[in-house]
């Protein structure tokens, strides 16, 4: 007599409704026309549920050797708890309580992204904070071009979800599905901007120029007082089309040459303020994973998140950049932690 199959999924309900009947086993075998012992088997199974977890007893942790990952921790970052752990020779440590352990002394955390800064840099660095020690930074406009996507960074698109129910579903599109190129300018406690950049337009020297000259000082520097436009130093970092010669002769028939434009360091976004308000911006419209499905819509919810920016806040970035001359200093061109 060949082996008989499994019971079927189908067969193992019938089972249990036949015993709610009040039906024995041997008859519940004859039903289904199936061998007594099977219909035993499984009901015994059944009856019998899931084996108790057994515990095993978990390794202690002494005070000597909490120091020793704590000082591992602070050497290897990005390390797995694993590779923490192994480097202080501590093993037979289950993962939960190495990730108990590192969660009071440690936090979870990204690769920042930024340029790269050799010696050259650094010492630019420390030639510009020298330069500009004493520069009254109320008067500084400080200015920059984000872009924004449709989708947002990957990595926000993350939160509490209850129990039972399933996270909403993401759209994935090439690069973000598109985006806006955004100008916008600070200074002192006021916000300049947010202008768009045409569709489709690359900003070159000639572009970008032109760019300037019909948001910039069409809408806003043209209605500043001699007085202001006499002390504004004009900051812009070193694109290629900010910083070409087409665009530095440009701007010098505008008025804003020598000592009014403000020379930048290489790689030094850090030393930027309105970097800080890209952040609180980009925040705002991608909080709880928000996607947009036009190019339009998301450059409304800039506009929005932009108005929402009050004057104490940018007066408080603006007002940072003593602290940050005097920690690119301390740091002898290092970045800092804005």
Not at 182 to 199: M, N, Q, S, T, Y
């Amino acid at each position: 007599m060949g082996q008989q199959k499994d019971l079927t999924g189908s067969e193992k309900s019938k089972i249990v409704r036949y015993l709610a009947e009040g039906c024995s086993s041997l008859k519940i075998a004859k039903l289904l026309k199936r061998d007594h012992r099977t219909i035993t088997r499984f009901i015994q199974n059944s009856q019998q549920g899931r084996k108790k977890r057994v515990e095993k007893p978990r390794r202690k942790i002494t005070a000597h050797e909490l120091r020793k990952v704590k000082r591992a921790a602070a050497k290897m970052p990005l390390a797995t708890s694993l590779a923490i752990f192994q480097s202080c020779n501590i093993t037979g440590v289950p993962k939960s309580t190495r990730c108990a352990i590192l969660r009071d002394m440690a936090k979870v955390r990204k690769a920042e992204r930024r340029p790269p800064l050799n010696k050259t840099h650094k010492l630019k660095r420390q030639d510009w904070a020298k330069k500009y020690l004493e520069t009254d930074f109320s008067k500084v406009l400080w200015t920059d071009v984000m872009r924004v996507s449709l989708d947002g960074p990957d990595g926000w698109a993350h939160g509490w979800t209850g129990k039972g129910q399933r996270a909403p579903v993401r759209l994935r599109r090439q690069q973000g599905g598109g985006g806006v190129l955004v100008w916008a300018g600070i200074i002192k406690d006021e916000l300049v901007g947010p202008f768009r950049v045409e569709d489709g337009v690359k900003l070159n020297s000639q572009s970008y120029c032109q760019f300037l000259e019909d948001t910039f000082f069409e809408q806003w520097y043209r209605k500043k007082s001699a007085s202001f436009k006499k002390n504004m130093i004009f900051m812009q970092d070193n694109a290629p089309s900010h910083a070409s010669k087409y665009s530095t002769v440009w701007l010098a028939r505008k008025g804003i040459k020598e000592e009014k434009l403000m020379t930048w360091p290489p790689c030094s976004p850090d030393l930027n303020p309105i970097e800080n308000l890209w952040s609180i911006i980009k925040c705002e419209i991608y909080k709880e994973g928000k996607q947009y499905t036009s190019l339009n819509s998301v450059w409304e919810a800039v506009v929005a998140a932009a108005r929402n920016v009050d004057g104490e806040q940018i007066k408080t970035l603006t007002e940072s950049m003593d602290g940050r001359l005097l920690s690119v200093l301390a740091k002898k061109g290092g970045y800092i932690g804005h």
